[in-house]
Nanobody, 125 residues
Framework: QVQLVESGGGLVQAGDSLRLSCAAS????????MGWFRQAPGKEREFVAA????????YYADSVKGRFTVSRDNAKNTVYLQMGSLKPEDTAVYYC??????????????????WGQGTQVTVSS
């Protein structure tokens, strides 16, 4: 079992930056690939970014590429999502998730076994 807790969400203006954190506890964090997803009201939960267990590879949705950066600190059992040049369309609840196949990058939400409770990000225009 892995427990995930997101933090760092809030209300920001368009063009601002924000860093989300996801703290993990339970089974060895360093064996899991980690993903970030988001869900806006009335929309499906969508993939944002992911990083392999060792942090050597990452992957981004086209909508955030060049603006968001995913990273992890396995010594602190934490994964981060640095978000820059935020847009109103980035408004959503952001979730982190853990995938036991740590060497793979997965973009489908059904590939992830464990989820956090989410943190709200609101970007005003």
């Amino acid at each position: 079992q892995v427990q995930l807790v997101e933090s760092g969400g809030g209300l920001v203006q368009a063009g601002d930056s924000l860093r989300l954190s996801c703290a993990a506890s339970g089974r060895p964090f360093g064996s899991y690939a980690m993903g970030w997803f988001r869900q806006a009201p009335g929309k499906e939960r969508e993939f944002v970014a992911a990083i392999t267990s060792g942090g050597g590879r990452s992957y981004y949705a086209d909508s955030v590429k060049g603006r968001f950066t995913v990273s992890r600190d396995n010594a602190k059992n934490t994964v981060y999502l640095q978000m820059g040049s935020l847009k109103p369309e980035d408004t959503a609840v952001y979730y982190c998730a853990a995938d036991r196949t740590g060497w793979l990058i997965s973009t489908g939400r059904h590939e992830y076994e464990y989820w956090g409770q989410g943190t709200q990000v609101t970007v005003s225009s």
